[in-house]
């Protein structure tokens, strides 16, 4: 059976990892991996959680299974995290393991619900969506998202794709700091996604990876909200990995707001799907997160590191900004100033990406996303003018 198989092709980021790591140069500067580092490039267990784990050391007294959704009380500080009040009477929610659990399970529950749907995807958007699409055999419908003249969003083109959507077709929505694009929609420009996708009769499925590492924890989730007040059904797919800096702990959860007479129906199916998939989901990462924003004390000190690794994040797309203008004498990379979350798509040919990697030890994925908090205020600098160097 097993000779049948064929080998699968490589995920381009985790070989890049494996590139970095074997590269013996002392100087060179990983850009590729998407996860926040601090200026010294260690990823820092952030204080609260720190606290909540020794906490949770002294006072925990079993380590049995919690319920096949996770534990109720995750999932009510989440929702209300994200979306405030008032939805608790519409949002079934299951823990998932990590964001990436959170999205295989919106899309399960979509080819669950009705087969025939089309998932409409941005272009260009995250490899994990339409990998996880095309391996459930769903059809899939790109809509355009990204312009690489301007560097911004292609809100004309974005409009007219989205018009093609047919009633019951999901459609996917990063809420904010679009990975890998680093681009955003306005408040006003999402008002008018909301309308044309509700008049459509569309089902958004929202992924809300980064809350928190844009504009503001609640600023980061307007979208979100938005959306959730004017559909009758929304996907929420969130994941706890990056604002609570606990990647391995795999902590995520998959909203589905309905309405309260569906609301049981629906829970049976995400405890359905939780059960075929991996039944019990993890709890350590989901119990350190309900302590966390249930605790007064904890939740300040979390919210306040959170702030400091978000302004810590726009000082250095400041200052690499103000690095490229006088590396290039010119303004063409100002948009790096104006994109929020980790990443920024540059621009860069694949050519010039590798002359990056190879004279230069920079390393950033092939479309040339790369990782702002990769940077410290020391890299910026040798960033700009490598790239200056190579003709960009």
């Not at 009769?201 to 844009?214: C, I």
């Not at 504009?215 to 996907?235: H, K, M, S």
């Amino acid at each position: 059976m097993l000779d049948a198989l064929k080998p699968q092709p490589q995920d381009k980021i985790l070989q890049l990892i494996a590139m970095y790591r074997d590269d013996p140069r002392t100087q060179k500067i990983d850009l590729g991996v998407g996860v926040y580092k601090d200026a010294t490039g260690l990823t820092p267990v952030m204080r609260a959680v720190k606290a909540a784990e020794k906490k949770l050391w002294e006072d925990e007294t079993t380590k049995t299974y919690t319920a096949l959704a996770g534990d109720p009380a995750f999932s009510a500080a989440m929702v209300g995290m994200i979306l405030g009040e008032g939805f608790a009477d519409r949002a079934a929610a299951v823990a998932t393991p990590g964001g990436t659990g959170a999205i295989r399970q919106a899309l399960e529950l979509i080819k669950l619900a009705a087969p025939g749907a089309t998932v409409w995807i941005s272009a260009p958007t995250w490899p994990n969506h339409p990998s996880i699409i095309k391996y459930l055999g769903m059809a899939m419908a790109e809509y355009r998202y990204f312009d690489e003249a301007t560097r911004g969003v292609d809100f004309a083109g974005l409009m007219a794709d989205l018009a093609k959507v047919k009633a019951g077709d999901a459609v996917l929505l990063h809420g904010c700091c679009h990975n890998p694009t680093g681009a955003n929609l306005t408040l006003d420009q999402w008002a008018e996604v909301v309308k044309l996708l509700a008049d459509k009769g569309a089902v958004p499925l929202v992924d809300l990876a980064y809350q928190g590492f844009g504009d503001g924890l609640d600023e980061d989730a307007a979208a979100t909200r938005l959306i959730a007040g004017a559909f009758p059904e929304v996907l929420i797919a969130a994941s706890c990995s990056k604002n609570f800096g606990i990647y391995r702990e795999r902590t995520g959860i998959l909203i589905a707001l309905t309405s309260p007479e569906r609301k049981a129906v629906v829970q049976g199916n995400l405890n359905f799907l939780n059960r075929q998939n991996y039944s019990f989901p993890p709890d350590h990462g989901a119990r350190l997160v309900t302590m966390i924003l249930g605790d007064a004390a904890l939740a300040a000190d979390w919210k306040a590191e959170l702030e400091e690794v978000r302004q810590n994040m726009l000082g250095l797309r400041q200052q690499l900004a103000d690095e490229f203008r006088r590396a290039t004498n010119s303004d063409r990379y100002d948009f790096v100033a104006t994109h929020r979350g980790m990443f920024s798509r540059l621009g860069l040919s694949e050519a010039q990406v590798n002359r990056l990697r190879d004279e230069h030890g920079i390393y950033m994925v092939g479309d040339s996303r790369i990782n702002i908090a990769g940077l410290n205020a020391k890299t910026v600098p040798i960033l700009a003018a490598a790239i200056a160097a190579v003709g960009g």
